[in-house]
């Protein structure tokens, strides 16, 4: 299966807005690894999926030192520079909708997948992607999934007589990643996207007249208060012994 487009940046912004959303679920989920999952293993092997600038990956490698954490992301440009990573982990680039090379099937004891919502628009996709996941565990081994889920987008106000008419389009257009700010960044990379995907100059200058609009529109909503609300989840599951 080809990958999907990516419809983030990843520059500067975009890898801010990844380590702000990272300390932002932290007050969700302040915990790396769900407590449920066995870590004691001397030997743990643990795989990060889709994994951006290696935040999470880092604090992993860190908290565990005896551990081997290999990070993959189809993209390499918002990996920090190998000198600075924990010897402890690896990263590599790889498409997870494509299947990983043999020598990392059945190797990992725990498979880390975080923020990879945006880029399953089918079910078929979504199977795809979890078996190519599951090859990457051992027997046993577990499988943890943190996101949002897009169906629970929707906007709400402190003050109902305040305007919401942005934000409610927003959880229509983009019910995808978390909080306001992260919604602003994120929305403002998917419209220069979008912009950047027609090869029309007038239909570009339109796109983004349009967008910094809504932007706009959404900074003055949520000043007064309006605000999006999503629910987030981690699942975690065991592969068969
Ligand atoms: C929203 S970011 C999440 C980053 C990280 N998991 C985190 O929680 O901070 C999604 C990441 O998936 C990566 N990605 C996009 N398409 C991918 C693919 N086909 N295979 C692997 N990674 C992919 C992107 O490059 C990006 O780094």
Redesign the pocket.
């Known amino acids: 299966m080809p990958?999907?487009s990516?419809l983030?940046s990843?520059d500067l912004r975009s890898s801010i807005r990844?380590?702000y959303?990272?300390l932002a679920?932290k007050q969700l989920y302040p915990y790396s690894l769900h407590p449920s999952i066995p870590t004691d293993a001397t030997n743990l092997h643990v795989a990060?999926?889709?994994?951006?600038?290696?935040?999470?990956s880092i604090e992993v490698a860190r908290q565990r030192p005896s551990a081997q954490i290999t990070g993959?992301?189809?993209?390499g440009?918002?990996f920090p520079r190998p000198e600075w990573l924990p010897p402890n982990l690896r990263l590599e680039t790889?498409?997870?909708?494509?299947t990983f090379p043999e020598r990392h099937h059945g190797r990992y004891d725990v498979v880390?997948?975080?923020?990879?919502v945006?880029?399953l628009a089918s079910d078929e996709m979504v199977r795809t992607v979890v078996r190519n996941l599951t090859q990457l565990l051992r027997p046993g081994g577990y499988l943890q999934w943190?996101d949002a889920n897009p169906e629970t987008a929707r906007a709400i106000a402190s003050d109902n007589s305040k305007p919401k008419s942005a934000t409610e389009k927003l959880a229509m257009l983009m019910p995808r990643?978390l909080w306001n700010q992260c919604y602003l960044l994120g929305y403002q990379e998917v419209q220069a996207y979008v912009a950047e995907a027609d090869s029309s100059q007038d239909v570009k200058k339109e796109e983004m007249k349009k967008a910094n609009k809504m932007i706009q529109d959404l900074e003055d909503e949520f000043r007064g208060g309006a605000s999006m609300e999503v629910e987030y989840f981690c699942i975690i599951s065991q592969k068969g012994t």
């Open positions: 990958a999907p990516y983030f990843r990844l380590n959303q990272h679920i990060d999926i889709g994994a951006g600038t290696a935040i999470w993959f992301d189809i993209s440009d918002q790889h498409d997870a909708f494509a880390n997948v975080r923020f990879f945006t880029l943190q990643t």
